[in-house]
């Protein structure tokens, strides 16, 4: 069995993905580890059945909370899914490559500081790029500069706004983020 904990900041589309694609398989996703109380992750993660820890910037960075559950919780693997904060160094250095992150753009195209979400996709419009695409690649110190595991594309089409790019980008993380995270498990 392997124990992953996923950590969110938003809506969570990705985060229920993952639940729903590890049920009943060797994976258990033990908690959802979420920054914004106010994020659409929490209620998804409920009704899903799995537990939710809120935390502050200020608990994750100065403070053993999060990574003292991550230990009580004994969790193999950190998942992010649409998780906006740097992680701290002592998370990093002991799950180090065991932290993995899905990126809506082909970097290191559109990615580091600001470069989340929606944005990602009004910047990649804004410099009439004809692809754009996913990449899932382990976590580091820094903002997506970590060593990537897979990049996968999808067309720009003329008529896209940045919200018709997103859906279109969504699918493929839906289609390969539960896969690549297993394989990538499962070889370590
Ligand atoms: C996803 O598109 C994910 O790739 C992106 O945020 C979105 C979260 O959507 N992550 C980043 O931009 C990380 N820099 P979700 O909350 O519906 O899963």
Known sequence: MLKIAIFASGSGTN????????KNTSIVVSRVYCNN?????????ERLNV????????????????????RTEQVDFIVLAGFMML?????????RNKIINIHPSLLPKY????MFGIHVHEAVLANHEKESGITIHLVNEEYDSGKPL???TCPVLENDTPETLATRVHSLE?????????EYMESF
Request: net charge negative; hydrophobic share 35%; charged share 20%.
């Open 37 to 45: 109380a106010k994020a659409g992750v929490i209620a998804r993660a």
């Open 51 to 70: 537990p939710v820890t809120i935390f502050s910037k200020d608990e994750l960075w100065n403070s053993t909370s999060v990574m003292d559950s991550l």
């Open 87 to 95: 992680l701290p160094q002592t998370m990093i250095d002991e799950y």
């Open 150 to 152: 897979f990049q996968t």
């Open 174 to 182: 839906y289609q390969y983020y539960p896969k690549i995270v297993r």
């Open 15 to 22: 985060a229920e993905n993952l639940i729903e694609s590890y």
């Open 111 to 114: 990615g580091g500081k600001g």
